[in-house]
């Protein structure tokens, strides 16, 4: 500080007494401060005393150096000062700042202003920076390429995004504030912090057609191989790509390359690494060989420098311009093109032969799973590979195929999965925080061995338990215990999947179809076949084996009905119903209407076999409901974040009261399905399941039950309507799909699937064909009145979620908690085309005219067209269980995460608002209009600690809040100013929606 003069400084505010007490001596009292945040701006004014020996100190140097060079005129001291570079000159240094010795010896810099200015002066030019632009702060003020970001966007009226570090360590998120939120259009940053993306995200978000990214710039470290840059661009991505390379000692690049389009558009694999390019304004670049000529083909260490590109270091008071810095980077040279090799201490040599480990790394992270990978000399013996992978492969794969692309001295030692890179705040890999790692690694594994099968029983059952809150007096769990039904559900098993592989350490391949669908003795076998694989392992199954197609004879398994002919003419137009059909995630399906419900005045005309949204009925004319009872609980806290991001409390403006409510002797996790007749909209009905095995059809309006019937085990998936009126299809633990009679619940067919069905079935009003999933693996297209199945389509992982059905293109997806997202085509059950989402998914699909999405477990929320390309991804702080809703217009998209917040997203993929609400959210939420109000649109959510929260769908704000006397894991519908919904405390509710009058 003494040595620059400095005047001014941010201190931390934790760090100021101990600023203060260091430097006390040197500061006036009169040193006034600025507060921001978490930094204080120190103004210096030294003492006079400590400044006059300061500079005197200088001048005495000065004044030998001079004796020393013979300086004895003012000619020759003017000529002298025009060949040198003085640090005490007045305004001669911008900033001083340190190394971080990352890859060399860690120095003091001391940086002139006329060594930093061309740098920012051509980047300007280079990217064609405007005030336009958005520039993010990728790079922290202690490392020199923050200057360059800070004053590109500063000299050229640019805005300059600055996020807080929280943020920066969530890469999910900190993608959706770059690319969602504030649609960042140049981003300069080291390779290692734009993998901590994930080659996933890079490619759908950072590198997507859809990007706001204009300019993508990487320095710092080894640029990544062409082959894996190809691999992250999205299809039809047009970010221009700067390859740039500099060193701290004369701040802050010296070369640049733009990548070409036609290379990045190129199939052809490219085996060479990206060359550095051409100078900046103002730099020289010279390769010289290891006795300091300078060469023009062939290997040799770089040298930077340039007549004004010249840094002070550590001492240095006094320079020749012009000076030249021996980099430690490695190139070679070919036909004038400069080519990285690595640094100095990245050269090894191992089993006597030399080896630079930055190949490693290279070929590594071409491999087709590695997600991200770094390579360490271990304490100078071992090479380590440290990977995170897309799909958690065994290590014997990965090891075949290094020795497929590496020489023998290459092979690493050992191979570490691990679930980030870490890195420095500088944004490059961390070599000590991964030699730690690797510490750890060594003694959890000599530590955490499994000592034989019966250790594995032991710690799978206090597993079991310890998630499941069962008794510790349970001393042994029953062999036949199924998750599920012992009180798991979806994220409990998430969590039992994570214990399991931390235990075994190492990933099973299919362990969570079997802890959602097996016993606990099915699972603990699952586990041994995957560590002994090669052992004879005994399986003692007490409990039935899935159920084969083959096993049931369709008739027996139907019971009388499947006996008895249809009770309608399936060519008898006239025992077709007109209605219209809602559940969940505001689905309508208005089915044969088009002259009933114009004539009543209650629907605009429209045609038969219509899918609609919720408001396209918006005419609809309501029926005053009776006189009512019961009031709202009071809403606890809620924050509101809408666009400003700022939290607000917002007063209550319709009140919820229980209309009716209906016992079903257990939980009712699954969501109702209503249907409203067109002739007699009076009888409409409620149909819904429960863990009771019971299937009841319920009165909307007065909440009498019309009929019950008893299934076969329990029920989670929310019913569907036939396309004719007539039948009700349901699915059920048992491994059936039951299809009953809508007017008194008779058993009209019953198909057999291998296993539990939990997914809900959706009908195709253009073909009458139901569409439904199994936990067998297997998607079904079923006819019910020929009652055969028409397709079966093996899907790559359990089918929880229920299909989605898309009428132009003609396409049903499917969702697999083997994480892929499948069209298919209805007629055939041919597969169209499939996207991996790397995590499992419990959210159903949803699509619009133009995009089809869904959440996945990983937190993130996908939206592809309907071609399968992945337009965007929001990321929130949460698993997503919850399915989506669209508005009318489809313009918006609502969903809720486990991080607590109902979202509301724009088409774009921007966050409109969120709301937070006080538990989980799991549901589905509905959108539908206030019957006050015509134009006010609201959407009905559900958290899992039972409140239901009614917000504007356009603002977010909070309408009404009421709490039901137990856990919610069913989605709301709402049908005129009436809201059904189940309950964990074994009812189903209906609730009316009061008021809502603006004040």
Same mark, same amino acid.
């Given at each position: 500080?003494?040595?620059?003069?400095?005047?001014?400084?941010?201190?931390?505010?934790?760090?100021?007494?101990?600023?203060?007490?260091?430097?006390?001596?040197?500061?006036?009292?009169?040193?006034?401060?600025?507060?921001?945040?978490?930094?204080?701006?120190?103004?210096?004014?030294?003492?006079?005393?400590?400044?006059?020996?300061?500079?005197?100190?200088?001048?005495?140097?000065?004044?030998?150096?001079?004796?020393?060079?013979?300086?004895?005129?003012?000619?020759?001291?003017?000529?002298?000062?025009?060949?040198?570079?003085?640090?005490?000159?007045?305004?001669?240094?911008?900033?001083?700042?340190?190394?971080?010795?990352?890859?060399?010896?860690?120095?003091?810099?001391?940086?002139?202003?006329?060594?930093?200015?061309?740098?920012?002066?051509?980047?300007?030019?280079?990217?064609?920076?405007?005030?336009?632009?958005?520039?993010?702060?990728?790079?922290?003020?202690?490392?020199?390429?923050?200057?360059?970001?800070?004053?590109?966007?500063?000299? $050229?009226?640019?805005?300059?995004?600055?996020?807080?570090?929280?943020?920066?360590?969530?890469?999910?998120?900190?993608?959706?504030?770059?690319?969602?939120?504030?649609?960042?259009?140049?981003?300069?940053?080291?390779?290692?912090?734009?993998?901590?993306?994930?080659?996933?995200?890079?490619?759908?978000?950072?590198?997507?057609?859809?990007?706001?990214?204009?300019?993508?710039?990487?320095?710092?470290?080894?640029?990544?191989?062409?082959?894996?840059?190809? $691999?992250?661009?999205?299809?039809?991505?047009?970010?221009?790509?700067?390859?740039?390379?500099?060193?701290?000692?004369?701040?802050?690049?010296?070369?640049?390359?733009?990548?070409?389009?036609?290379?990045?558009? $190129?199939?052809?694999?490219?085996?060479?690494?990206?060359?550095?390019?051409?100078?900046?304004?103002?730099?020289?670049?010279?390769?010289?060989?290891?006795?300091?000529?300078?060469?023009?083909?062939?290997?040799?260490?770089?040298?930077?420098?340039?007549?004004?590109?010249?840094?002070?270091?550590?001492?240095?008071?006094?320079?020749?311009?012009?000076?030249?810095?021996?980099?430690?980077?490695?190139?070679?040279?070919?036909?004038?093109?400069?080519?990285?090799?690595?640094?100095? =201490?990245?050269? /090894?040599?191992?089993?006597?032969?030399?080896?630079?480990?930055?190949?490693?790394?290279?070929?590594?992270?071409?491999?087709?799973?590695?997600?991200?990978?770094?390579?360490?000399?271990?304490?100078?013996?071992?090479?380590?590979?440290?990977?995170?992978?897309?799909?958690?492969?065994?290590?014997?794969?990965?090891?075949?195929?290094?020795?497929?692309?590496?020489?023998?001295?290459?092979?690493?030692?050992?191979?570490? +999965?691990?679930?980030?890179?870490?890195?420095?705040?500088?944004?490059?890999?961390?070599?000590?925080?991964?030699?730690?790692?690797?510490?750890?690694?060594?003694?959890?594994?000599?530590?955490?061995?499994?000592?034989?099968?019966?250790?594995?029983?032991?710690?799978?059952?206090?597993?079991?338990?310890?998630?499941?809150?069962?008794?510790?007096? +349970?001393?042994?769990?029953?062999?036949?215990?199924?998750?599920?039904?012992?009180?798991?559900?979806?994220?409990?098993?998430?969590?039992?999947?994570?214990?399991?592989?931390?235990?075994?350490?190492?990933?099973?391949?299919?362990?969570?179809?079997?802890?959602?669908?097996?016993?606990?003795?099915?699972?603990?076998?699952?586990?041994?076949?995957?560590?002994?694989?090669?052992? =004879?392992?005994?399986? %003692?199954?007490?409990?039935?084996?899935?159920?084969?197609?083959?096993?049931?004879?369709?008739?027996?398994?139907?019971?009388? $009905?499947?006996?008895?002919?249809?009770?309608?003419?399936?060519?008898?137009?006239?025992?077709?119903?007109?209605?219209?059909?809602?559940?969940?995630?505001?689905?309508?399906?208005?089915?044969?209407?088009?002259?009933?419900?114009?004539?009543?005045?209650?629907?605009?005309?429209?045609?038969?076999?219509?899918?609609?949204?919720?408001?396209?009925?918006?005419?609809?004319?309501?029926?005053?409901?009776?006189?009512?009872?019961?009031?709202?609980?009071?809403?606890?806290?809620?924050?509101?974040?809408?666009?400003?991001?700022?939290?607000? /409390?917002?007063?209550?403006?319709?009140?919820?009261?229980?209309?009716?409510?209906?016992?079903?002797?257990?939980?009712?996790?699954?969501?109702?399905?209503?249907?409203?007749?067109?002739?007699?909209?009076?009888?409409?009905?409620?149909?819904?399941?429960?863990?009771?095995?019971?299937?009841?059809?319920?009165?909307?309006?007065?909440?009498?039950?019309?009929?019950?019937?008893?299934?076969?085990?329990?029920?989670?998936?929310?019913?569907?309507? %036939?396309?004719?009126?007539?039948?009700?299809?349901?699915?059920?633990? =048992?491994?059936?799909?039951?299809?009953?009679?809508?007017?008194?619940?008779?058993?009209?067919?019953?198909?057999?699937?291998?296993?539990?069905?939990?997914?809900?079935?959706?009908?195709?009003?253009?073909?009458?064909?139901?569409?439904?999933?199994?936990?067998?693996?297997?998607?079904?297209?079923?006819?019910?009145?020929?009652?055969?199945?028409?397709?079966?389509?093996?899907?790559?992982?359990?089918?929880?979620?229920?299909?989605?059905?898309?009428?132009?293109?003609?396409?049903?997806?499917?969702?697999?908690?083997?994480?892929?997202?499948?069209?298919?085509?209805?007629?055939?059950?041919?597969?169209?085309?499939?996207?991996?989402?790397?995590?499992?998914?419990?959210?159903?699909?949803?699509?619009?005219?133009?995009?089809?999405?869904?959440?996945?477990?990983?937190?993130?929320?996908?939206?592809?067209?309907?071609?399968?390309?992945?337009?965007?991804?929001?990321?929130?702080?949460?698993?997503?269980?919850?399915?989506?809703?669209?508005?009318?217009?489809?313009?918006?998209?609502?969903?809720? %995460?486990?991080?607590?917040?109902?979202?509301?997203?724009?088409?774009?993929?921007?966050?409109?608002?969120?709301?937070?609400?006080?538990?989980?959210?799991?549901?589905?939420?509905?959108?539908?209009?206030?019957?006050?109000?015509?134009?006010?649109?609201?959407?009905?959510?559900?958290?899992?600690?039972?409140?239901?929260?009614?917000?504007?769908?356009?603002?977010?704000?909070?309408?009404?809040?009421?709490?039901?006397?137990?856990?919610?894991?069913?989605?709301?519908?709402?049908?005129?100013?009436?809201?059904?919904?189940?309950?964990?405390?074994?009812?189903?509710?209906?609730?009316?929606?009061?008021?809502?009058?603006?004040?």
């Amino acid at each position: 500080m003494k040595k620059c003069n400095l005047k001014y400084i941010l201190v931390e505010k934790k760090q100021i007494n101990k600023f203060r007490s260091s430097y006390e001596t040197l500061l006036n009292g009169d040193t006034f401060t600025v507060e921001h945040n978490d930094l204080v701006l120190f103004t210096l004014h030294w003492k006079n005393d400590e400044m006059n020996l300061m500079l005197s100190d200088r001048k005495e140097k000065h004044e030998k150096e001079k004796r020393k060079n013979g300086l004895s005129s003012d000619n020759n001291n003017e000529e002298k000062v025009e060949e040198h570079m003085d640090v005490r000159l007045k305004h001669c240094l911008a900033y001083v700042l340190h190394t971080s010795g990352t890859t060399g010896i860690p120095k003091i810099v001391r940086v002139p202003h006329e060594c930093i200015v061309p740098n920012i002066q051509h980047f300007r030019i280079l990217f064609n920076i405007t005030q336009e632009d958005v520039l993010f702060l990728a790079s922290p003020l202690t490392f020199d390429p923050s200057v360059v970001e800070i004053f590109l966007a500063l000299s $050229s009226g640019a805005s300059l995004l600055i996020v807080p570090t929280s943020v920066r360590m969530l890469p999910s998120k900190l993608a959706a504030v770059l690319f969602s939120h504030h649609r960042v259009t140049v981003l300069q940053a080291t390779p290692t912090l734009l993998r901590r993306f994930g080659a996933q995200l890079i490619k759908s978000t950072v590198l997507s057609a859809s990007t706001s990214l204009r300019v993508l710039a990487l320095g710092g470290e080894a640029f990544p191989s062409l082959t894996v840059l190809k $691999s992250w661009r999205g299809e039809g991505n047009k970010t221009q790509i700067f390859n740039v390379y500099g060193i701290t000692e004369v701040s802050s690049w010296a070369t640049f390359y733009r990548i070409p389009e036609k290379i990045l558009n $190129s199939n052809l694999k490219c085996e060479m690494p990206v060359q550095l390019g051409f100078p900046l304004l103002g730099t020289v670049v010279e390769v010289r060989d290891t006795n300091g000529f300078t060469i023009q083909e062939g290997n040799g260490q770089v040298f930077l420098g340039g007549r004004n590109r010249v840094c002070f270091l550590d001492d240095e008071v006094r320079l020749p311009r012009g000076t030249m810095r021996a980099t430690g980077d490695f190139v070679t040279v070919k036909d004038g093109e400069i080519f990285f090799l690595g640094r100095k =201490d990245s050269q /090894i040599k191992r089993h006597g032969k030399r080896l630079n480990i930055e190949l490693v790394q290279r070929v590594a992270e071409e491999l087709q799973y590695v997600e991200s990978c770094a390579v360490t000399w271990y304490n100078q013996e071992k090479l380590i590979l440290f990977m995170v992978s897309k799909d958690n492969l065994v290590k014997d794969y990965i090891f075949q195929e290094l020795q497929r692309h590496l020489p023998s001295h290459a092979i690493p030692d050992e191979l570490v +999965l691990i679930d980030v890179l870490p890195f420095t705040s500088h944004g490059k890999i961390d070599v000590s925080e991964l030699n730690k790692i690797y510490l750890n690694y060594i003694n959890v594994k000599s530590e955490c061995k499994l000592n034989g099968k019966e250790e594995l029983w032991e710690k799978l059952q206090y597993l079991w338990k310890s998630i499941l809150s069962l008794s510790e007096d +349970l001393s042994k769990v029953p062999d036949e215990s199924l998750f599920l039904n012992s009180g798991g559900d979806s994220l409990k098993s998430i969590r039992l999947l994570n214990e399991i592989e931390k235990l075994t350490g190492t990933s099973v391949p299919g362990l969570l179809e079997m802890i959602l669908s097996s016993s606990i003795l099915e699972i603990y076998n699952h586990i041994l076949h995957t560590l002994f694989p090669d052992e =004879d392992l005994t399986f %003692s199954k007490s409990c039935a084996t899935k159920r084969k197609l083959s096993d049931i004879n369709q008739e027996e398994a139907g019971g009388k $009905s499947l006996h008895q002919k249809s009770a309608m003419s399936l060519n008898c137009n006239s025992e077709i119903k007109a209605f219209v059909a809602l559940s969940r995630g505001s689905q309508i399906l208005s089915l044969n209407t088009t002259m009933s419900l114009t004539k009543l005045g209650h629907f605009p005309s429209v045609c038969s076999s219509d899918l609609m949204s919720q408001t396209d009925i918006q005419s609809l004319k309501s029926l005053s409901p009776p006189a009512l009872t019961g009031k709202s609980e009071n809403p606890s806290f809620v924050a509101i974040v809408p666009k400003e991001g700022k939290p607000v /409390i917002e007063a209550e403006k319709m009140e919820l009261r229980v209309r009716w409510r209906s016992d079903t002797g257990k939980c009712v996790d699954a969501s109702p399905l209503v249907v409203i007749p067109a002739f007699d909209k009076s009888s409409a009905t409620v149909y819904i399941g429960s863990h009771s095995h019971r299937m009841k059809a319920i009165d909307l309006y007065s909440g009498k039950v019309k009929w019950e019937q008893i299934l076969g085990d329990r029920i989670e998936s929310s019913a569907c309507v %036939s396309k004719c009126g007539n039948f009700i299809i349901v699915g059920c633990y =048992d491994g059936l799909v039951y299809v009953l009679k809508s007017s008194t619940g008779e058993k009209y067919w019953i198909f057999t699937t291998e296993d539990a069905v939990k997914s809900s079935a959706t009908m195709d009003p253009t073909t009458g064909l139901l569409y439904i999933g199994s936990h067998d693996q297997h998607a079904y297209a079923l006819d019910i009145y020929k009652k055969k199945c028409v397709w079966k389509l093996k899907c790559g992982g359990t089918v929880f979620s229920s299909p989605c059905l898309s009428l132009i293109p003609h396409h049903v997806y499917f969702a697999t908690l083997g994480g892929l997202l499948l069209a298919i085509n209805p007629a055939s059950g041919n597969r169209i085309w499939k996207h991996s989402c790397g995590k499992p998914l419990f959210s159903s699909p949803q699509c619009c005219l133009r995009y089809v999405c869904i959440g996945c477990v990983d937190g993130n929320f996908l939206c592809f067209t309907h071609l399968g390309e992945q337009v965007w991804q929001f990321s929130t702080s949460g698993p997503i269980f919850s399915s989506p809703c669209t508005s009318p217009s489809e313009q918006d998209v609502f969903f809720g %995460s486990h991080d607590c917040f109902i979202y509301s997203c724009n088409m774009e993929g921007h966050l409109r608002w969120k709301f937070e609400t006080t538990s989980r959210v799991y549901a589905t939420p509905f959108v539908f209009h206030n019957q006050s109000h015509s134009n006010d649109r609201l959407l009905a959510a559900a958290s899992t600690d039972g409140k239901l929260w009614i917000v504007d769908s356009q603002t977010g704000q909070l309408q009404s809040v009421y709490e039901l006397p137990g856990e919610v894991f069913s989605s709301p519908v709402v049908w005129e100013s009436m809201l059904i919904i189940g309950c964990r405390n074994n009812y189903v509710y209906c609730l009316d929606l009061l008021g809502g009058n603006k004040k």
